[in-house]
């Protein structure tokens, strides 16, 4: 089962750098609404069932 990572938005592009570099350039990632750290409970709540949803099509794909 292939590991998979959550990211913001706002940093996608790390995230696509560090898969390249750590030899993984087709690491899956889900990615949610930034910012989390000032979000309320229903945007957080939002955000986590966003990543849930990826990451289900991402298992179910492998």
Avoid: Y
Wanted: hydrophobic share 55%; glycine share 4%.
């Amino acid at each position: 089962m292939p590991a998979i990572s959550v990211m913001t938005n706002a940093f996608i592009d790390a995230a696509e750098l560090m898969a390249r570099v750590q030899g993984v350039p087709d690491h899956p990632f889900t990615v949610i609404e930034h910012p989390i750290a000032s979000a309320d409970a229903a945007g957080l709540k939002a955000r986590a069932e966003t990543a849930v949803e990826q990451a289900v099509r991402v298992l179910v794909a492998h």
